[in-house]
């Protein structure tokens, strides 16, 4: 692993330790080869989360140079990429050059954010602070999109401007319209809040309800427009728009078997 991979493992030890999925985050590993079937058991045989994930900050630190990466992973796929995003801001912050694509405002010190991390591109909608460096980090506060995901905001919006329009002029039938971006990644208008909210919803294993997390973001209606003006910018930033289709419109998805059978489009497993 290189020094400055170690170096941000390092620096975000505690964070790390508090909020690593470590017994799915080492099973990933494990799968993608960094791991052995050995040290994954002898990580998993400690008797509590914080000693597993300390086991494994200090293992993976000895597993070669792809270590970091398919750490990163890991963490991604399982809807860290908040904290996948601090630890590259921990990196940015000592070479003082961003790596980001792009870092478009959009107001209050939120930003549209296009980065690419483990060979995956993602656009974060996310407030940012500045630390005693006068450097901008991000915060928990936001939400982090596929390109699956964000190409569907794009083709969502005139039906959320229809949404916004009803619930200002009050005539809507239902209190609030929700818009699905795949995974648990939902949009939502109501008449209560004048914002559009973006936020990862999932559901509670003993009641299998589905509810609202903390990782999301709400938007202003002057954010919102903030937003839908950074489109062109975002897909300057990201060529490989080119080669990605909305899953809803792939072949196999044109009935209701193929929605059905996506995690991506279902992902609670529900009846269409």
């Not at 990580?43 to 300390?54: A, E, G, V």
């Not at 939502?188 to 809040?193: A, G, M």
């Not at 709400?218 to 080669?243: H, I």
Request: aromatic share 8%.
């Amino acid at each position: 692993m290189q020094k400055e991979h170690r170096d941000a493992l390092q620096r975000n030890y505690v964070k790390l330790v508090k909020e690593t999925p470590v017994d799915i985050v080492a099973g990933h590993l494990y799968q993608t080869g960094i791991l052995t079937d050995e040290l994954r058991e002898e990580i998993l045989q400690n008797p509590n989360t914080y000693s597993k994930t300390r086991q494994l900050i200090s293992t993976i630190q000895r597993r070669g140079p792809h270590a970091f990466d398919g750490f990163c992973t890991a963490l991604i796929d399982e809807g860290k990429s908040a904290l996948v995003h601090h630890l590259k801001a921990s990196m940015t912050e000592k070479s003082e050059v961003s790596k980001d694509r792009a870092m478009l405002p959009i107001g209050n010190d939120i930003f549209v954010v296009v980065s690419k991390w483990c060979d995956k591109v993602l656009v974060h909608i996310r407030k940012y602070e500045k630390n005693s460096a006068a450097i901008y980090v991000p915060t928990k506060k936001g939400v982090d999109l596929t390109l699956n995901q964000w190409q569907l905001l794009e083709m969502y919006v005139n039906e959320i401007e229809d949404a916004i329009g009803q619930m200002i002029d009050d005539v809507s039938e239902v209190p609030e319209m929700t818009f699905h971006l795949g995974k648990g990644v939902y949009i939502t208008v109501n008449k209560i809040y004048p914002t559009v909210d973006v936020r990862q919803r999932w559901m509670t294993p003993d009641t299998n309800q589905i509810v609202s997390t903390k990782k999301g973001i709400s938007l202003t209606y002057d954010k919102w427009e903030a937003l839908k003006g950074t489109f062109l910018a975002v897909r300057e930033a990201v060529p490989e728009f080119e080669n990605t289709i909305p899953c809803i419109l792939s072949d196999d998805h044109q009935n209701q078997e193929g929605m059905l059978n996506c995690s991506t489009c279902n992902p609670f497993g529900e009846p269409l």
